[in-house]
């Protein structure tokens, strides 16, 4: 790997034992992506890994990629043009704060070119004459669109079943951009199923955006699905109940599940196992993102 990055994949798998799974005949085992790197975890890794290459390939020495200013996304486009020579520029939704948050000064401090945008424009950043203007503003770049959720990125991230030494019969991952979901789902071979946990309120839209994905990759498929009810309030919004699930599963397995994504995943697992959703002897593994 370039720049002394070293990724730990395949990443560990290891059960779970936990008496409110047990009683229903649900084996659970965490995917623990979020210990690929520090600075480039879990899915962040698999979106970019593939999508370095085709910025080296075709020539390109700048990545500009969007985000809001709380984005682990951002964080990790900054962490790869660190380790992989690439200049690197974030195009931050919304006004410049200052001081910047931790995560706005992480990227500055590996070398990210920060530009802010205004709302409006932001949600047309992916129209032809947006793009445009970026390039004559900032010279060539190679475009990673906001969550690195494009082809490239499902081909990265329909890696991660095979690295699941076992028989399974569902994956179940955080859900912000849908790219993750939809390469887990590419990357199943047999009879297994994805689901995905929306992390935003109002995620029905992440049904399309799978598809298309999937699409754009060349091939769609069937075996996966979206859950909408575990957003607790929106993206980035907690509350007393999660707080609770938090640190009971940290006091029963001492793991600190990251609240913004993993957390609402893992309740969500939980819930639709006292639901009956899996049937008993059912073997889940939950992907341990450490982000979206």
Not at 264 to 290: D, E, I, N, Q
């Amino acid at each position: 790997m370039s720049g002394g990055f070293e990724p730990r994949v395949p990443s560990p798998v290891t059960e779970l034992a936990d008496d409110r799974l047990a009683r229903f005949g649900v084996r659970l085992h965490l995917k623990r992506d979020d210990l690929i790197h520090p600075e480039i975890p879990g899915n962040k890794w698999r979106k970019l890994k593939y999508n370095l290459v085709a910025a080296r390939e075709r020539g390109h020495r700048t990545l500009l990629t969007f985000g809001g200013a709380y984005s682990n996304h951002i964080r990790a486009v900054a962490a790869a043009g660190h380790y992989f020579g690439f200049s690197t520029i974030g195009i931050i939704r919304g006004e410049e704060h200052r001081p910047l948050n931790p995560t706005l000064a992480y990227a500055v401090d590996r070398g990210m070119r920060l530009a802010y945008m205004d709302r409006g424009t932001y949600r047309a950043k992916t129209d032809p004459e947006v793009v445009a203007g970026l390039r004559r503003e900032f010279g060539d770049f190679y475009l990673v669109p906001e969550g690195g959720s494009n082809a490239l990125a499902l081909r990265g991230c329909a890696e991660l079943p095979a690295e699941i030494p076992f028989a399974y019969h569902h994956i179940c991952c955080a859900t912000g951009t849908g790219g993750t979901l939809a390469g887990l789902a590419l990357g199943l071979t047999g009879g297994e199923r994805v689901i995905g946990f929306a992390a935003l309120k109002g995620g029905d839209f992440l049904v399309d955006d799978v598809r298309r994905l999937q699409a754009e990759y060349g091939r769609v498929t069937g075996n996966w699905s979206v859950q909408t009810g575990h957003h607790f309030g929106g993206f980035a919004r907690r509350d007393a109940e999660l707080d609770r699930f938090i640190h009971d599963f940290a006091e029963r397995h001492d793991i600190v599940l990251e609240w913004v994504y993993v957390a609402k995943m893992m309740y969500g697992v939980f819930a639709l196992v006292r639901a009956g959703h899996f049937a008993p002897g059912s073997v889940v593994v939950a992907v341990v993102t450490g982000s979206g």
